[in-house]
């Protein structure tokens, strides 16, 4: 559930006289005046593959609410409607109009797995319903009360923290998601955002950085007698394997990682023992990412060397344990 940067809207979507989406606003415009009733097939413009294949770029294929991959070969992920298109259900389980002149709006179009599109459904719950817009009106009034990733000023820490448990028994115990605003706790409620196969999965990921971060630990110790031994192959094995693992989770690709946001408190919580460690951790990740471009650049024996120059090695060591 890590901040996304939208890239322009499709072409489809721009608003141009003529064009396929002012057409079809035009079209519903006339039969809300009429009061007919809106449906699902009066709305096609935002189904256009070009839409789909752009929301899958953007949201690197993850549910914009749970964070979650969505296997393209068994499912495919929903186009999700921030603000509903043909109705509303208030947190009193009233039922108003939606807002269908935002349908192909690319700013209200995100991306969501099939389960937490369905129980999202066509709830929008906001701080005041006196200032709930039920017609083409501007909508910056309105204070939602669901979190929207691609909103410029969204940060994970203010709406979602992680509970591990007891600190000192918190590797064996389960992570549970927990709302650090009212959007936080709104959003994980009509979402479902705990229910049991995404708690499994937390779980399983908890297991995997855990066991990657005792490896890496490992792998630098190694290196460090490696490098004092001046031991060629084995410089050249541990190098490898550290830099496969700064890679994944040190580089821009990173961001594609399920629970990303999960899994960068984990590794807070396995190698940094204090805020000091934190800050220090902070700019080890920094030198890191020259050691990764002077990987790339250099042959693998000059590499090691190059970390331990910079003191990443001796760092990490000193100040992080599992």
Known sequence: ???????????????????????????????????EKLESGHFRVYK??????????????KCCYCGTKVPLHVSHA??????PKTAVTTLTGKVKPGYYWLVAEWSNLLYACPLCNENKDTHFPVSDERQRKIEIEDILEEKELLVNISSRNYRFDDNYSYDFGCKESWISEAVVLEGK????????SICKLSRPELNAKRMEIKQSVLKECSMFLEFLKL?????SKDNYLVKRRYCECAKDFLNKYFSKKSLELEHYSLRVKILEMAIIKDSKSLIKFNKVVEKESQAIKIYEEQEDEDVLTELNDMGVIDVIISNYEL
Do not use: Y
């Open 181 to 188: 605003s009212e959007k936080g706790w709104k959003t994980i």
């Open 1 to 35: 559930m890590n901040k996304i940067t939208r890239s322009r809207a499709p072409l489809v979507l721009h608003n141009r006289k003529g064009s396929r989406k002012r057409a079809e606003l035009n079209r519903n415009k006339l039969r809300v005046s009429r009061n």
């Open 223 to 227: 290196c460090e007698q490696a490098i």
């Open 48 to 61: 256009d593959p070009e839409v789909r294949e752009l929301l899958e770029k953007n949201f690197l294929n």
């Open 78 to 83: 929903h186009i999700e409607h921030f603000r």
